[in-house]
């Protein structure tokens, strides 16, 4: 079961980059990386999924090294409103939905 | 876009009542989940469906049922309520494929007394 480790809080400004890595040695060969965002009194809302190597979209980048032990979720340039709690998932949907496990996820805090 | 519905925002019982919380999703998505998330806990899996009237069960099934009579519908029932069932629950869909996707619905915080 590939558990996950995040730093618990970050804290950033209005405007910097903030990455958020996340540790899991016990990825296996099938898993994907999935990242989820969480604003208070809702859902968490997908973001991000790879597998290696880097992928980006509009909202954030994924940078995954060849090991695939890491992962880091970097968010450029960000805002206030990108105040929530981001989860890193490991796992493979057809080895099972428990092995998609959320962990305690980082609350980032972005300030004035 | 994918909806996901829930039932209550809030919900307020008492203990040894019987609780129903409804998820309704309209993707025609093949997989439903309910989480219950906790403070420092993350989100921990209850159970978790994959087809009308099949149902899996999670990390802590312990005190909970559910039930999948169609497609759009996933039902979560705590038989008896107890106070260490206070929390708020999340329901997500997912459609079955490798890089399955969740959406999640609001949640519904119950408060059992």
């Known amino acids: 079961l590939a558990k996950t480790t995040q730093p618990i809080s970050m804290d950033s400004y209005e405007g910097q980059e903030v990455n958020i890595t996340c540790s899991h040695n016990?990825?296996?060969?099938?898993?994907?990386i999935t990242w989820y965002q969480q604003f208070p009194s809702q859902g968490p809302r997908f973001i991000i999924q790879g597998y290696k190597t880097k992928v980006t979209n509009e909202v954030a980048s994924l940078f995954i090294p060849a090991d695939r032990k890491s992962s880091t979720l970097s968010l450029p340039r960000v805002s206030l409103s990108d105040t929530a709690v981001y989860y890193c998932?490991?796992?493979?949907?057809?080895?099972?939905?428990?092995?998609?496990?959320f962990g305690a996820g980082t609350r980032l805090a972005v300030h004035p | 876009d994918v909806k996901v519905t829930q039932s209550s925002r809030y919900l307020v019982k008492r203990t040894g009542e019987k609780v129903f919380l409804e998820c309704v999703q309209d993707m025609d998505h093949e997989n439903m989940f309910w989480y219950r998330q906790d403070p420092g806990l993350g989100l921990r899996l209850i159970y978790f469906?994959?087809?009308?009237?099949?149902?899996e069960k999670g990390d802590i099934p312990e005190g909970y049922s559910v039930s999948r009579e169609k497609k759009e519908r996933f039902s979560l029932i705590l038989e008896s309520a107890s106070t260490n069932q206070t929390s708020m629950y999340l329901c997500?869909?997912?459609?079955?494929?490798?890089?399955?996707?969740?959406?999640f619905g609001p949640g519904t915080r119950l408060l059992v007394l």
């Open positions: 997500a869909s997912s459609l079955m494929k490798v890089q399955e996707t969740q959406y």
């Open positions: 469906s994959y087809d009308v009237k099949m149902k």
């Open positions: 016990n990825i296996a060969t099938n898993d994907y």
């Open positions: 998932l490991v796992g493979d949907a057809w080895g099972g939905y428990n092995k998609l496990i």
